[in-house]
């Protein structure tokens, strides 16, 4: 099965869906932006990340994707059907540039988990 290690991930995320969180006092927030994996490998199967920082909502863009939340952590967890360029929607309750984005684990497009993520980072566009 494609991406089974992921799918065993996937089972503890719920639930499902995101929560709605207060946006910032701020007139410019929420924004809604794309969120990009940037691979130093190319093309990916499947990311596990998470972030702290205020996220609004999560939509998928490709492939499946499941989001889990408790309390300020976000973990995001996308599996594309055909490997390529990982990216999904994001709403901001904080300024982007602000937003710190941990990368735990990528599957390649041989389905195999990347040894090593440290090269790996999420980039913001709109």
């Known amino acids: ?13 719920a639930p499902l869906a995101c929560d709605d969180v207060s946006p910032s006092a701020s007139g410019d927030l929420p924004v809604r932006l794309t969120a990009v994996l940037q ?9 596990l ?10 939509e ?4 499946t994707l499941f989001v889990h ?3 300020d952590l976000t973990r995001v967890f996308i599996v594309l059907d055909t490997p ?11 300024p982007a540039a602000s937003i710190e984005w941990r990368i735990l684990e990528v599957a390649g497009p041989d389905d195999g988990l990347r040894p090593d993520v440290s090269g790996y980072e999420v980039e913001l566009i709109p």
């Open 69 to 71: 939340r408790e309390d």
């Open 84 to 94: 390529g360029t990982i990216r999904f929607s994001v709403t901001l309750g904080a």
């Open 1 to 13: 099965m494609r991406y089974a290690r992921f799918l065993i991930l996937a089972l503890l995320f």
């Open 60 to 63: 998928e863009l490709e492939g």
């Open 39 to 47: 691979s130093p490998n190319g093309d990916e199967g499947a990311v």
């Open 49 to 58: 990340i998470e972030t702290r920082d205020p996220i609004v909502s999560v």
